[in-house]
């Protein structure tokens, strides 16, 4: 079977990282060998990166544009070292977040010009795109009341709602254009959220399995 790459996109608290629990042993019931990242982050290397892009430092603002960069050597890393050799096995990867967040937080969030993005993104990766991207939707007062109920927040828990919204306009708009992108009503109760992802992952394997028949 041809392993796939999935991401798990959204705001904070929209359930990602609980859902990749949830799909990781579904796919696993399924015979499927999977390898679980998260960005920014996923190798040793790009653990350290995200430390430094989570948290604040006293007296040094870091630049929109040093964010940009710094999320970019993390994929880099993380895609060259984990996502591209596992895919090459034949394990699926799910990642925790992949490039449509630094479409979203640093070009909708943060207003960075997306032409700087995608001169980025191309010199990074190119054409390499996951083939299947989950898209949490979730109101983002809903996503950080959740994110909240965890503890201390991060350097982008801490940004104001508007941030938030605009982070999600840019996820909106990339849904419609993007028959990859598969969105998941990250509002309702976790059962809901769970029918939801099992049945875009059915879709996956079918589709799959059609272009392997003769
Ligand atoms: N970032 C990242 C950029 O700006 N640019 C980039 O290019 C990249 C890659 C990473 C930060 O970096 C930014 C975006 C982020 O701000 P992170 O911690 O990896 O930070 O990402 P977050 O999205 O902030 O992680 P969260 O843990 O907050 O969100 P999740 O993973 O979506 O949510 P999850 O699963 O941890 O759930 C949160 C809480 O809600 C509960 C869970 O039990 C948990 O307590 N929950 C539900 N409760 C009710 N109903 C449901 N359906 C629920 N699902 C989960």
């Known amino acids: 079977m041809t392993a796939k790459f999935i991401v798990l996109e959204g ?8 859902a990749l629990k949830f799909i990781t ?3 696993q019931q399924q015979q499927i060998e999977v390898v679980s990242t998260r960005e920014p982050g996923g190798t040793v290397i790009a653990e350290k990166i995200r430390t430094l892009v989570k948290q604040a430092v006293a007296n040094e603002p870091l630049t929109l544009m040093s964010e940009l960069l710094l999320m970019y050597a993390a994929r880099v890393q993380n895609t060259d070292v984990i996502i591209k050799p596992a ?12 490039f449509l967040s630094s479409f979203a937080y640093q070009g909708g969030g943060r207003q960075l010009e ?11 990766l190119g054409e390499f795109k996951p083939d299947l991207t989950l898209y949490f939707d979730i109101e983002p007062e809903l996503g ?6 965890r503890g201390a927040l991060d350097r982008f828990e801490q940004q104001h709602l ?21 969105e998941i009503n990250a509002g309702l109760a976790i059962e809901q959220v769970n029918a939801q992802l099992i049945k875009a992952l059915q879709t996956l394997l079918l589709s799959l399995q059609s272009q392997l028949q003769p």
């Not at 700087?116 to 993104?121: E, F, L, S, Y």
């Open 162 to 182: 508007d941030f938030f919204i605009r982070t999600r306009q840019v996820y909106q708009k990339c849904l419609a254009k993007d028959d990859t992108i598969v």
């Open 11 to 18: 705001l904070e608290g929209a359930g990602k990282t609980t």
């Open 114 to 124: 997306i032409a700087a993005i995608q001169a980025i993104h191309q010199a990074c």
């Open 144 to 149: 950080l009341s959740r994110a909240k109920g």
């Open 87 to 98: 895919l090459a096995q034949g394990k699926w990867v799910i990642s925790d977040r992949y």
């Open 25 to 27: 042993a579904w796919l």
